[in-house]
């Protein structure tokens, strides 16, 4: 796929956030971006449009990001999709948590255009779902 | 998107967002303070919105709130599980000065830390240490090299 077919959700309760990181992957090319406040109206989108990237934060109400990244990696029709976790959490046991439960790489802040550029196309190549 | 500059207008709007968390965190604090002892799992709401403080001050470059989220956040975890009064009223009281001060510091975000803040700030970190330290963390190149371990 070319980045301008590519639809990414973008997941965060803090809207500084969440439009900062559109606004971003817009600059980098990409056409379709998503947004949803918390993991509850993801798991709502996720069902009714195709992802290919989803970047969410982690602690959220309804449904964080580890819940939904299990929701993901449990449903064999979203499992495939490219998940990054954006998150200021960097406690060993959780970080652990989510590498075992299939997150594919972190963001952590204060986010930069670069650190997102190099997370961002270095997932979507390593999953070959950019071209 | 380097950590942004305090001064775009549309960072002042960011900025209230981050009040309505302390808001929201103070309306715990209180609920709290009713029944300490029956009501102390509620330090897990407060923890939460200190974590989402933390986070959104280090992007808005905002170091020194996050610093003391950062703290409070720790605290409000360990007092969630406090097993006394003395040290659940401890937790409370600690917490009530960093959010007095977190709730100072996004009114006045460009104003240096003060002498004042420093000594809260260590006295939060001594609380903290009281209670038997931060929970232990990881580094970004840590977290790279257990992602390649597992592929």
């Known amino acids: 796929m070319f980045r301008e077919d590519l639809n990414i959700l973008v997941v965060d309760d803090v809207n500084a956030i969440r439009v900062q990181i559109r606004e971003l992957l817009y600059t980098f090319g990409f056409k379709k971006v998503t947004i949803a406040r918390n993991g509850a109206e993801a798991q709502v989108l996720l069902i009714t449009e195709t992802f290919q990237l989803i970047l969410s934060d982690w602690h959220m109400d309804p449904v964080d990001g580890l819940s939904l990244l299990k929701f993901v990696r449990g449903n064999p029709d979203l499992k495939h999709i490219a998940f990054i976790m954006v998150t200021a959490e960097n406690t060993k046991e959780s970080v652990i948590e989510a590498i075992k439960c299939g997150v594919d790489d972190f963001l952590m802040k204060p986010l930069t255009s670069f650190q997102i550029q190099n997370k961002v196309f270095g997932v979507l190549l390593r999953k070959k779902v950019l071209e | ?151």
């Open chain 2, 1 to 151: 998107m380097s950590p942004t500059p305090v001064t775009d207008p549309k960072i002042i709007e960011f900025i209230d967002e981050m009040v309505g968390f302390a808001k929201t965190a103070e309306e715990t604090l209180s609920q709290i303070e009713k029944d300490p002892e029956t009501e102390k799992s509620r330090f897990s709401v407060f923890s939460d919105r200190m974590f989402t403080i933390r986070g959104t001050a280090l992007q808005l470059n905002l170091p020194h709130i996050a610093h003391i989220a950062g703290i409070s956040e720790e605290i409000a975890i360990k007092a969630k599980d406090a097993s006394t009064r003395a040290q659940i009223r401890k937790c409370l009281g600690s917490l009530w000065d960093a959010l007095s001060t977190i709730k100072y510091l996004l009114e006045n975000h460009l104003s240096e830390t003060s002498e004042e803040q420093q000594f809260l700030i260590t006295r939060l970190e001594d609380t903290l240490r009281r209670l038997g330290g931060a929970r232990p963390t990881i580094s970004e190149t840590d977290i790279e090299d257990l992602l390649k371990q597992r592929s």
